[in-house]
């Protein structure tokens, strides 16, 4: 039984890792928002105040003073430079960067500039596929270990509490989420089966049990840093994380087939599942060990 699961995990991680090796070319053929430095450079102003994709080559970096946001210089192609504002991590120079940012005009120069949302470095193919091989070495490895004590006899399960025993007491201080309970509101919800586990931040490791507001298609849960008001405050997650929008999302079982999915209102800071963004307005389901990330909050979702 162990050699078959060990078989199945090794071929799970091999196609892994092969997508990942062209995860980001295709998405970013994909995404209608994605622009060369040379298009901004052309027509910023059709751009203002919108989230754009851009890739380049970071050439300079210039930290916070007293006047000024730290910013840094990324070069496209043709020479054609773009200048990002930036109040995160400094960015590592002479590397290939992919950055999400707003589109911004300087009246005063006649120019643009962009505010940072997001960056992550473009590895090159030989580290994706140097990254490919090791994962293989260690998955192999790592049956060969397992293998070599299929001999001994496997434990029975162990029985998982129900649900309803798991929920946590959210007297409990939260720092980073809010959630409003009210027993006679209570009444009127309808129990998601499962939870969300918070992984990130100070409030790592605790549990959020989901319970829906009724709507026309199934039972919604909302997420965002609102503060949520009336009948639907206690079917409601709030973030206090700057990188959190007011609208980030909602967690939807349908009534038709009993799927949880994940449905994407921020129309700059997307929701992830897995990793992967969720386009505004569009659904993705959720099944047991998924992740779901708004803005810096990760949560697991766990039956």
Same mark, same amino acid.
């Given at each position: ?5 060990? @078989?199945? %995990? ?80 400094? =960015? ?30 473009? @590895? ?37 509490? =129900?649900? %309803? ?27 998601? =089966? *499962? ?18 507001? =009724? *709507? +026309? ?12 008001? *009336? ?7 709030? @973030? ?10 909602? @967690? ?27 386009? +505004? ?7 047991? *060990? ?14």
């Amino acid at each position: 039984m162990k050699k078959k699961v060990i @078989l199945y %995990s090794l071929g799970l991680s091999l196609l892994f890792i092969i997508g990942s090796a062209f995860s980001t070319s295709a998405s970013a053929q994909t995404k209608p928002e994605e622009v060369t430095i040379q298009e901004l450079s052309s027509n910023y102003v059709q751009f203002q105040d919108e989230a754009v994709i851009i890739k380049g080559l970071v050439t300079q970096y210039q930290p916070e003073t007293v006047a000024t946001m730290a910013y840094y210089s990324i070069e496209g192609d043709y020479g054609y430079t773009g200048t990002v504002k930036t109040s995160k991590k400094p =960015p590592k120079l002479q590397r290939r960067y992919k950055v999400r940012a707003v589109v911004k005009l300087d009246d005063a120069v006649y120019d643009f500039y962009l505010i940072e949302i997001t960056k992550r470095i473009i @590895l090159p193919i030989w580290v994706i596929a140097l990254i490919a091989v090791i994962g293989l070495l260690v998955v192999g490895i790592g049956y060969l270990l397992v293998s070599s004590f299929t001999s001994k006899p496997e434990e029975a399960p162990k029985k998982e509490a =129900p649900a %309803s025993a798991a929920e946590p007491a959210y007297d409990e201080a939260f720092k980073t989420v809010q959630i409003v309970t009210d027993k006679e509101a209570k009444k009127t919800l309808i129990y998601i =089966p *499962g939870r969300l586990v918070i992984q990130t931040g100070e409030d790592q490791g605790k549990d959020i049990i989901l319970s829906g507001y =009724p *709507g +026309p298609d199934g039972a919604i849960v909302s997420i965002g840093s609102r503060e949520e008001t *009336g009948e639907r405050k206690t079917a409601h997650i709030r @973030l206090m994380e700057p990188t959190v929008s007011r609208s980030q999302a909602e @967690l939807i079982l349908l009534n038709k087939d009993k799927k949880l999915m994940v449905k994407n209102l921020s129309k700059t800071n997307y929701t992830q599942v897995n990793g992967e963004e969720v386009l +505004p307005d569009t659904l993705k389901e959720v099944v047991a *060990g998924d992740t779901i990330k708004t803005g810096e909050v990760e949560f697991k979702y766990e039956k």
